[in-house]
């Protein structure tokens, strides 16, 4: 599976826009794009995945790059809930395989 | 949506004793599921790969007769820690895979089990 890169930690204000972004360089063209993100000792949580398009979903936006070599999640109005560790992780749909964790990005919300 | 339940969430074992974990897919059918195991500050790494009705497939360097899995159903899947050492202590988290439409993510995950060995 291609690797992602992303910040280590994110600071944000809560009610404010938060932009995670995400660089996957050697992404394949089968390749589709996850988020997910993991609240305090809890398992891993989904949030939105894409392929090419931008996604909207109630929870988030994906933005892609148009040559998908990076992309950006965002939470359109951060609250305290949303403080997490986000993963952003690539994988190719219908394949038996399993989704490879990285290290993240560590999301701080301040009220 | 898809839901996995984890099953216990905490649980303190003396050392040499086993821990079964349970992991139950209430809504749909896994065919694969799929066995994390978290140390504190780190990120998930995957211990197995679990198939229903064949052997799991582990990861490099995860002892297959130490961390037993069993996956016997399309809605169940079990790891046991056999023999378990202070050093097993971890977050293991299970996760399912829903071979269902592209529309819908197809890896749903429990909310984990934190194992402490005293």
């Known amino acids: 599976d291609a690797k992602t890169t992303q910040p280590n930690s994110m600071e944000s204000n809560e009610e404010e826009p938060v932009h995670l972004p995400c660089n996957h360089s050697?992404?394949?063209?089968?390749?589709?794009i996850h988020w997910y993100r993991q609240l305090p000792s809890q398992g891993p949580e989904y949030v939105i995945h894409?392929?090419?398009s931008n996604v909207n979903n109630r929870m988030a936006s994906l933005a892609i790059a148009e040559d998908r070599k990076s992309s950006t999640l965002i939470l359109h109005r951060a609250t305290l809930r949303d403080a997490a560790v986000y993963y952003c992780?690539?994988?190719?749909?219908?394949?038996?395989?399993?989704?490879?964790f990285g290290k993240g990005t560590k999301l701080s919300v301040k009220p | 949506g898809a839901v996995v339940s984890q099953h216990p969430s905490r649980v303190i074992c003396k050392s040499g004793t086993s821990v079964k974990i349970e992991c139950r897919s209430l809504?749909?059918?896994?065919?694969?599921m799929f066995w994390y195991r978290q140390f504190p500050k780190q990120s998930l790494m995957l211990m197995a790969t679990?198939?229903?009705?064949?052997?799991?497939?582990?990861e490099q360097g995860v002892e297959k007769d130490k961390f037993l899995i069993n996956h016997a159903s399309l809605t169940l899947s079990t790891l046991t820690v056999t023999s378990a050492h202070p050093e097993d202590s971890s977050f293991y988290i299970c996760?399912?895979?829903?071979?269902?439409?592209?529309?819908?993510?197809?890896?749903?995950f429990g909310s984990g089990t934190r194992l402490t060995v005293v």
């Open positions: 996760s399912a895979r829903d071979m269902g439409s592209e529309g819908r993510d197809g890896y749903t």
């Open positions: 050697t992404i394949s063209g089968t390749d589709y």
């Open positions: 894409g392929l090419t």
């Open positions: 992780i690539l994988s190719q749909w219908g394949s038996q395989g399993n989704l490879i």
């Open positions: 809504d749909f059918q896994a065919t694969t």
């Open positions: 679990s198939n229903e009705g064949s052997k799991a497939t582990y």
